[in-house]
């Protein structure tokens, strides 16, 4: 069972920067497909960022293009999430999903959905001051 933990989150104002982490428990975890999501409080959690297995690919939402970047180190068993100009907005809690492709390809959309991930970590919170 692929356990994932987010890290980073933090009191920042307005204009930072933080990069999140999210760590598995298993080196398989270079075998998974792997996003970020974020829920602010009373909405629904938004798709962020997605990476292919092995990083040849990634996504945005066009909410966070340029500000945010995802990555990953399947050495380390770890995805990133580099976030730059951070906004009030932006406060949330943040999750990393996974799910293995199975050498099945996916379309673009369907990174899109959180339904997708079959794995989730617990969250860790952004908050963004003005």
């Known amino acids: 069972q692929l356990q994932l933990v987010e890290s980073g989150g933090r009191l920042v104002q307005a204009g930072g920067s933080l990069r999140l982490a999210c760590a598995a428990s298993?080196?398989?975890?270079?075998?998974?497909?792997v996003a970020w999501f974020r829920q602010a409080s009373g909405k629904e959690r938004e798709f962020l960022s997605a990476?292919?297995?092995?990083?040849?690919?990634?996504y945005y939402a066009d909410s966070v293009k340029g500000r945010f970047t995802i990555s990953r180190e399947n050495d380390k068993n770890t995805v990133y999430l580099q976030m730059i100009r951070l906004k009030p907005d932006d406060t949330a809690v943040y999750y990393c999903?996974?799910?293995?492709?199975?050498?099945?390809?996916?379309?673009?959309?369907?990174?899109?959905?959180?339904?997708?991930?079959?794995?989730w970590g617990q969250g860790t919170q952004v908050t963004v001051s003005s």
């Open positions: 999903g996974a799910f293995e492709p199975k050498g099945l390809k996916y379309s673009t959309s369907y990174y899109y959905n959180y339904e997708a991930y079959d794995y």
């Open positions: 990476i292919h297995w092995n990083g040849a690919y990634t």
């Open positions: 298993e080196p398989t975890f270079s075998q998974y497909n």
